[in-house]
Each structure stands twice: as C-alpha cells, then as structure tokens.
C-alpha cells in the first residue's frame, strides 16, 4: 500500500511563505498525476493543485500565482510551495494521486494569521 507522508505546515502571517513536501513510499510519479488539497474546518476537501507526469500543472484559481507544485522523482517527494498566504489558505494539506484514490496521509495544518 502506498503510503504518504506530509510536513512542512505551520503558522505563518499573512502575506508569508511555507513549502509543503509529500514524500510518497513507492515510484508512482511516472504514471499517476500527483495533486495537493487542503480541507478548511466546516469545509469540503479540494484540489488546489495538480502536476501530470508529463509536467503539465493546474491550479484551482483561488491560489494561482501564489502555489506551485513541482516534484523531485529520485527523492519520490512532492511540493507545494505556498506564497503570499492568505488567512482563507489556512486548512490541513494533503497530497494524493489525482482523484485522491489512495490511503490518505496524516496531513499537515497551514494557519495564516497575524
């Protein structure tokens, strides 16, 4: 079962940055598109974020121009660099495969306040 592992969440102030990583337990980045999503409390889960094996990425529009999402192949680890973090940014990030058919990881809390 592939198992995934994020960190890199934490309290910053509006207007900061985080980088989020997901280190995944197998090599699946070849053939599945990786995608990050955030859960706001009272919220549904959403995907803000998507990257193709290809390389081609998507965002949702509430944070394009401020998310990138990118990867590292050899270290099976994906990011999520956040800029010009907003307060309705702050929710637990997860990443999953695009369609978000794998186990769930722990996921890891972003709080934008000042």
């Known amino acids: 079962q592939v198992q995934l592992v994020e960190s890199g969440g934490g309290l910053v102030q509006p207007g900061g940055s985080l980088k989020l990583s997901c280190r995944v337990s197998?090599?699946?980045?070849?053939?599945?598109?990786m995608g990050w999503y955030r859960q706001a409390p009272g919220k549904q889960r959403e995907l803000v974020a998507r990257?193709?094996?290809?390389?081609?990425?998507n965002y949702a529009d509430s944070v394009k121009g401020r998310f990138t999402i990118s990867r590292d192949n050899p270290k099976n680890t994906l990011y999520l660099q956040m800029n010009s973090l907003k307060p309705e940014d702050t929710a637990v990030y997860y990443c999953?495969?695009?369609?978000?058919?794998?186990?769930w990881g722990q996921g890891t809390q972003v709080t934008v306040s000042s």
């Open positions: 999953n495969a695009d369609g978000g058919y794998l186990a």
């Open positions: 197998e090599n699946i980045f070849s053939f599945n598109a």
């Open positions: 990257l193709t094996p290809g390389g081609s990425t």
